[in-house]
């Protein structure tokens, strides 16, 4: 499973994530800082890397207007703002549950994780 971290995803992700051996690039990586949504998301889909992003309402639209106009995308993960070990954490539960699964045209929240008492 391969990802593209929007630019709003804190570099220090693609850091943490490449130290557990997940093949991640990020805007910054890619030259892409600045460019649109939908540049984005072209890029992530030309690479077929799954966009992981905060931006939700941006994404969840140009996923409908994308499903509308027969164009397909490598994925869209999405999730609230959080902190980088939380984030961390889902992302690899997410990893783990969707190992197999064909993120093509996906649109997907990341799971929360069980509160502990």
């Given at each position: 499973?391969?990802?593209y971290l929007d630019e709003h995803i804190h570099l220090t992700m693609a850091s943490l994530l490449h130290a557990r051996g997940i093949d991640c690039v990020t805007t910054r990586d890619a030259g892409n800082l600045g460019f649109s949504d939908e540049a984005q998301l072209s890029f992530a889909t030309s690479q077929?890397?799954?966009?992981?992003?905060?931006?939700?309402?941006?994404?969840?639209?140009?996923?409908r207007q994308w499903h509308e106009t027969g164009r397909s995308h490598a994925g869209i993960i999405l999730s609230k703002e959080l902190a980088?070990?939380?984030?961390?954490?889902?992302?690899?539960?997410?990893?783990?549950?969707y190992a197999t699964i064909d993120l093509t045209n996906?649109?997907?929240?990341?799971?929360?994780?069980?509160?502990h008492s």
């Open positions: 499973m391969k990802f077929g890397r799954a966009i992981l992003t905060f931006n939700h309402k941006d994404f969840l639209h140009l996923a980088i070990p939380d984030l961390i954490r889902r992302l690899h539960r997410f990893i783990t549950q996906c649109v997907i929240w990341l799971p929360s994780l069980p509160h």
